[in-house]
T-cell receptor, first 113, second 115 residues
Framework: LAKTTQPISMDSYEGQEVNITCSHN???????ITWYQQFPSQGPRFIIQ???TKVTNEVASLFIPADRKSSTLSLPRVSLSDTAVYYC??????????????FGTGTRLLVSP | DADVTQTPRNRITKTGKRIMLECSQT?????MYWYRQDPGLGLRLIYY???????NKGEISDGYSVSRQAQAKFSLSLESAIPNQTALYFC??????????????FGEGSRLTVL
């Protein structure tokens, strides 16, 4: 399973755009990139998933360069409620090993007024 | 009502006691998981089950056992609890079909304290 590296923490202010980058140098051909969000004392929640180029939904955008060795989660105009831990996961969802995805320690985002 | 329900939500017990954490889901998913989270750390997979007849160990299964009583129910047991099993435990479900993302749906967590 591909190992991921992301910043331990980030700070931002309300209204700003936040970009969290995840490095996954040994990503495999069939691997997808998935991001989860976790609030304190709650289970993680799926945010977005992509394979290549750009994916956008109502919550965030995911940018994946051509070499797929990294990805960037973009949160537009963050609010205080976006303060959470964000996890980047990489794996082939059709591989039984996908079930063993490692959440790691994630990136702790703190949004201030 | 939550799609993935965990009971109890909070439990304090003593070393050596047997503890069972229960998880039930209404999503109709075949796949269920138990994770453990320690303060400031990510989630670690304890056990997972692809269907009622399938049980698999995760990365930290020692000291734990599970039972998949039905498609909708997956229980985690600590046969003899020890203090370093104090943690927040999460149950999750997923399903995989054409076009699915393999998204994990988590319960609200069960906080276990072992004295």
């Amino acid at each position: 399973l591909a190992k991921t590296t992301q910043p331990i923490s980030m700070d931002s202010y309300e209204g700003q755009e936040v970009n969290i980058t995840c490095s996954h140098n040994n990503i495999a051909t069939n691997d997808y990139i998935t991001w989860y969000q976790q609030f304190p004392s709650q289970g993680p929640r799926f945010i977005i998933q992509g394979y290549k180029t750009k994916v956008t939904n109502e919550v965030a955008s995911l940018f994946i360069p051509a070499d797929r060795k990294s990805s960037t989660l973009s949160l537009p105009r963050v609010s205080l409620s976006d303060t959470a831990v964000y996890y980047c996961l990489v794996g082939d969802m059709y591989d039984t090993g996908f079930q063993k995805l490692v959440f790691g320690t994630g990136t702790r985002l703190l949004v201030s007024p | 009502d939550a799609d993935v329900t965990q009971t109890p939500r909070n439990r304090i017990t003593k070393t050596g006691k047997r503890i069972m954490l229960e998880c039930s889901q209404t999503k109709g998913h075949d796949r269920m998981y138990w994770y453990r989270q320690d303060p400031g750390l990510g989630l670690r997979l304890i056990y997972y089950s692809f269907d009622v007849k399938d049980i698999n160990k995760g990365e930290i299964s020692d000291g734990y056992s599970v039972s998949r009583q039905a498609q909708a129910k997956f229980s985690l047991s600590l046969e003899s609890a020890i203090p370093n099993q104090t943690a927040l435990y999460f149950c999750a479900t997923s399903d995989l079909g054409s076009g699915d993302t393999g998204e994990l749906f988590f319960g609200e967590g069960s906080r276990l304290t072992v004295l």
